[in-house]
């Protein structure tokens, strides 16, 4: 496949998955009052009004996805996942750490020849 296919299509897939989470938040919100509205006499046999479960149980939601991804970086999962990402499947990233690594070598042979000079003067 060409290149440029390849990256048609994961620039998009990247959009496509990006829209769909967000638009997955408000589906599961409206998915939740759709089954509220219909248990709504279940709630009510057991003494909790309809309103406040249309009314709590939607920010609630909003809060424990955010948290789950907050918790999700603290413990580092994202940055194991974004530096398994570079080191597996990122060649641009790879050829990075080639480029760094063959710097730092010419750059530790300068600084030894720096000093042998240095040693050399008066």
Known sequence: MKKSTLELIARNKLRFFIGMSFFGIFMSIFGFLTFAKV???TF???GIPPI???VVVPPAFIFGIWYSGLWYEINK???YEVSHLNKNINPEFATLIKTVDRLETTVDRLETKINELQEKLP
């Open 39 to 41: 248990w709504s006499g």
């Open 44 to 46: 009510e046999y057991y």
């Open 52 to 54: 406040i479960v249309y």
């Open 77 to 79: 999962i994202w940055e």
